[in-house]
Nanobody, 114 residues
Framework: QVRLVESGGGLVQPGGSLRLSCRAS????????LGWYRQAPGKERELVAS???????NYADSVKGRFTISKDNVKNTLYLEMNSLKPEDTAVYYC????????WGGGTLVTVSL
């Protein structure tokens, strides 16, 4: 049974950086594609970054060049390095498979504001 715990969010000023972590248990890291999603207030959840089993990455145009997804299979942890943050990056961030499973963790809130 998969369990996902996201952490690392917080309040940051525009232009700042954060590193999100997703600690996973169960069979999460056996899935072919893992991803980071976000949901801003009043908006649909969207995929912002994904990584395949062999490490190939893909990013939404809105975060390309600013966000980096990575994983540590030994530590069972998925990461999202976020740089040059903008107010429009404000959202709750979740990790999951791609496509997403029915189960979702609690997410971690990222707020980009002065």
């Amino acid at each position: 049974q998969v369990r996902l715990v996201e952490s690392g969010g917080g309040l940051v000023q525009p232009g700042g950086s954060l590193r999100l972590s997703c600690r996973a248990s169960g069979t999460f890291f056996s899935y072919n594609v893992l991803g980071w999603y976000r949901q801003a207030p009043g908006k649909e959840r969207e995929l912002v970054a994904s990584i395949t089993y062999v490490g190939r990455t893909n990013y939404a145009d809105s975060v390309k060049g600013r966000f980096t997804i990575s994983k540590d299979n030994v530590k069972n942890t998925l990461y999202l390095e976020m740089n040059s943050l903008k107010p429009e990056d404000t959202a709750v961030y979740y990790c999951n498979t791609k496509p997403g499973m029915a189960y979702w963790g609690g997410g971690t809130l990222v707020t980009v504001s002065l």
